[in-house]
T-cell receptor
Framework: DAGVIQSPRHEVTEMGQEVTLRCKPISGHNSLFWYRQTMMRGLELLIYFNNNVPIDDSGMPEDRFSAKMPNASFSTLKIQPSEPRDSAVYFC???????????FGPGTRLLVL | EDQVTQSPEALRLQEGESSSLNCSYTVSGLRGLFWYRQDPGKGPEFLFTLYSAGEEKEKERLKATLTKKESFLHITAPKPEDSATYLCAVHRTGGGNKLTFGTGTQLKVEL
């Protein structure tokens, strides 16, 4: 079975540009999570969805970040405008149901110059 | 606020030299404690979930245990392929689906 799929795997952009990260959860999973990982702060939850509905976005750093889940098999995390401090690895994870084990994708390594 | 502290930050072992990694947590009500393994350039890979004090789980050379304040990941006779960062995370009762992660222990096993 395919795991969580993320694209792109690497993104280099300039400050002020829009960045869109994409995620396809494991088929049949009802919960989807977006995390950010940095050396300083470790893994932080940004937002999560249950049945395509955003449940908790308290980790989204500011209005420059937005996330959508238009259907059960696709989600996007958008940063507009991007800033150098957004440079990090962004992970998407999914779980079968609420409060079950989360399975992570390979991540998108973002560098904002 | 939930807190997860892992120690040591880094650990270097010789092949075959057993040791333990620690995860101390503060949470209002523990629903589950998770261990993940993360290799460089990859996403965290699920290892174990522990739900109650006294519970133990094993997988190959790894054994995870849980008390009311901490969890240990015991590594018996490690091999170089066990080298990775090990992450601990807690899930709080009433916390929705949010996991709070520690910053990890970076393990290096040398020949």
């Amino acid at each position: 079975d395919a795991g969580v799929i993320q694209s792109p795997r690497h993104e280099v952009t300039e400050m002020g540009q829009e960045v869109t990260l994409r995620c396809k959860p494991i088929s049949g999973h009802n919960s989807l999570f977006w995390y950010r990982q940095t050396m300083m702060r470790g893994l932080e939850l940004l937002i999560y969805f249950n049945n395509n509905v955003p449940i908790d976005d308290s980790g989204m750093p500011e209005d420059r970040f937005s996330a959508k889940m238009p259907n059960a098999s696709f989600s996007t995390l958008k940063i507009q405008p991007s800033e150098p401090r957004d440079s990090a690895v962004y992970f998407c994870a999914s779980s079968l149901r609420v409060q079950e084990t989360q399975y992570f994708g390979p991540g998108t390594r973002l560098l904002v110059l | 606020e939930d807190q997860v502290t892992q120690s040591p930050e880094a650990l270097r072992l010789q092949e075959g030299e057993s040791s333990s990694l620690n995860c101390s947590y503060t949470v209002s009500g523990l629903r589950g404690l998770f261990w993940y393994r993360q290799d460089p350039g990859k996403g965290p890979e699920f290892l174990f979930t522990l739900y109650s004090a006294g519970e133990e789980k094993e997988k190959e050379r790894l054994k995870a245990t849980l008390t009311k304040k901490e969890s240990f990941l015991h590594i018996t006779a490690p091999k170089p392929e066990d080298s990775a960062t090990y992450l601990c995370a807690v899930h709080r009762t009433g916390g929705g689906n949010k996991l709070t992660f520690g910053t990890g222990t970076q393990l290096k096993v040398e020949l």
